[in-house]
Every structure is written in C-alpha cells, then in structure tokens.
C-alpha cells in the first residue's frame, strides 16, 4: 500500500519559519514585526496564510499582538519577573550572579572563538571599535550599553541557545540594576580603562579563533569586575553605617 503524503498548510511553513528566528535569537523579546502587509510582501506569502501563522505563534505564546502592532513575547518574563523581586532583597544574589556569569561566560567565550561566522565576527569588531570611541569621549553610560552589547553577541557568536536567552534574561535584569549599577561600575576611578583593555583582549581572541586564550582572558575579565563590585559594595556599606551613626542624634535623648 502506498503512504499518501499530507502537503503542509502554507501557515505552518511560515510559522516555523518565525519560531526558528526566535529559537535562534534572531528574533528578540520585544521587537515589533512588520505590519502584516508589508510582512507578507517581503516573505512572497499571502496575507492570510501569513496571519494564520501568526496566531498560531501567538497560541504558543510568542507572538503577542497589540494595538501598535505584533511583537514577541517576552517568554521568559513569567521566570525574570518573580526572580527579580527576590534578588532585590537578597543579599548573595550579586557575588551568586558573577560566580554564575564566571562559569557560562569562560565556555561562551570559547565556544564564540571557534564557532563565530564571519558576520558575526564583523558585529564583534564594529562592537569593539564603538566601545574604543566613546571611551575615548568619556561616555560612561554608552561603554557600559556597548559592554553589555558585546558579551550579548558573544552570546550570539557561542551558538549555544541555552546561553543565548538564559543570559538575555539575566542581563535584562542588570539593565534594571537588580544586581549592582553599572554606571557605577563604570565611575569608579581607573576602572574604565582597565575595562577596556579587558575587553579588547576577549574580542581579539574571538575573533583570531584562539577559543584558550579567550576563555583565559574572560575569566580575568569576570574576577576583575566580580572584585571591583565587591569593593563598591563595601564602601557603600560603611559609608551608610557612617551616616546611621551621624542620624543618632536625631533620634537619642540628650543627657540630663
């Protein structure tokens, strides 16, 4: 007997076209599609396969559909949100959090140098060249986006989609200064430049392919900042016993 084959409906094909580019990353939590109009035209579908598919996406849960339009899901927020109010008010979160970062991003690193193609290697090398220039501006704040922007396309480089959205996740919950301020980080004397050497040396051994030298060279870079925040945070510890002990006055009955 013959097996008959079941032609597969246009809105699949279309659909898992789409998830893949979110599985991948290609696709981002937040990002706003083209209007379904424009969508079909660049895809060479018709508009209602193209919107068949979309709810389907929807259904699963990655697509969402708003008054401005569709946009994917931040699927993973259901986790980040509840972890996040813990992490506020718990006081190993920061040194768990670059003790974590230490062991996924030495093996991203690596991986990144041997697994990176070549557009991803000329989005490392522009990253690192935007981070050269407004260090030497003196930009603090944009160093730090464009810190946060390369360790994500190391992220990318690595081809390891567990790290890809588990470390999304976390650094959308350091954009909300969850676990220390980068700004600060980035304020501290010396540090700017020190970080800065740090990361052109990770980036250089990324894209020369040398996976050893880049994971070596990450793990400095990890236990460098994991110090220096917790040098910051001390400071801020005893500067706010010192400022307690100074508000004693307004609160201690004076001697009779």
């Given at each position: ?39 079909a035209e660049r895809l060479g579908v018709s508009r209602p396969s193209l919107h068949q598919a979309l709810a389907q996406l929807e259904e699963k849960g990655l697509l969402i559909t708003t008054k401005s339009g569709t946009v994917v899901a931040r699927f993973l927020n259901r986790l980040a949100d509840p972890l996040a109010e813990l ?170």
């Amino acid at each position: 007997m013959s097996t008959k084959v079941r032609p597969v409906p246009l809105a699949e094909i279309i659909a898992e076209r789409i998830q893949t580019m979110i599985l991948e990353g290609a696709l981002r939590p937040g990002e706003k599609l083209l209007g379904e109009r424009e969508l079909a035209e660049r895809l060479g579908v018709s508009r209602p396969s193209l919107h068949q598919a979309l709810a389907q996406l929807e259904e699963k849960g990655l697509l969402i559909t708003t008054k401005s339009g569709t946009v994917v899901a931040r699927f993973l927020n259901r986790l980040a949100d509840p972890l996040a109010e813990l992490f506020v008010t718990e006081p190993r979160a920061t040194a768990d959090y670059i003790e974590f970062r230490q062991t996924v991003e030495v093996a991203a690193a690596g991986y990144a140098a041997t697994r990176a193609t070549k557009p991803e290697r000329e989005a490392i090398a522009d990253c690192l060249d935007r981070i050269r220039a407004v260090h030497d501006a003196g930009d603090a704040k944009l160093e730090a986006d464009y810190d946060a922007e390369l360790h994500g396309l190391i992220y990318e480089a690595s081809h390891n989609l567990m790290v890809l959205h588990i470390m999304r996740v976390l650094g959308d919950l350091l954009r909300r200064n969850v676990f220390y301020n980068r700004e600060t980080l980035y304020l501290r004397a010396g540090v700017r430049d020190l970080l800065l050497q740090q990361h052109l040396k990770v980036g250089a051994a990324v894209l020369s392919g040398d996976a050893e030298t880049a994971a070596a060279a990450m793990r400095a870079h990890m236990a460098f900042t994991g110090s220096t925040i917790e040098d910051i945070q001390r400071e801020e510890a005893r500067l706010a016993t010192a400022m307690r002990r100074i508000d004693r006055k307004y609160l201690v009955a004076e001697q009779e």
